[in-house]
C-alpha cells in the first residue's frame, strides 16, 4: 500500500485519463502508481513518454527489459 493516494481517474483531465485507459490495455490491469503520478499532470505525460519510448527501443530484445523490469521490482520491494 503507498503512503501517497492517488487521484480518481474522473480527475485526473482528458490526457490523464487517455494514459490510465492506455495503460489498462496494455497490462490488463491498472498499477497503483499511474494513479499516483497522476496527481501532477506534467509529471504523468513525462512518465508516460519514458514508457513509450522504452517499449519501442530496439537496441534491447523486450524479454531482456522485462526481466530487468522484474529483477528492478524485486530489489526495491515492489510486488510487480
Not at 487517455?18 to 496527481?39: C, D
Not at 523486450?62 to 528492478?72: H, N, V
Amino acid at each position: 500500500m503507498a503512503r501517497i493516494e492517488g487521484i480518481a481517474e474522473r480527475n485526473a483531465g482528458v490526457i490523464g485519463r487517455y494514459l490510465i485507459n492506455a495503460v489498462r490495455r496494455r497490462t490488463g490491469k491498472l498499477p497503483a502508481t499511474w494513479l499516483i503520478v497522476a496527481r501532477v499532470p506534467a509529471v504523468h505525460r513525462a512518465w508516460a513518454m519514458k514508457e513509450y519510448f522504452l517499449d519501442k527501443s530496439r537496441l534491447v530484445d523486450a524479454r531482456t527489459k522485462r526481466l530487468a523490469s522484474l529483477k528492478t521490482s524485486l530489489l526495491i520491494g515492489c510486488p510487480s
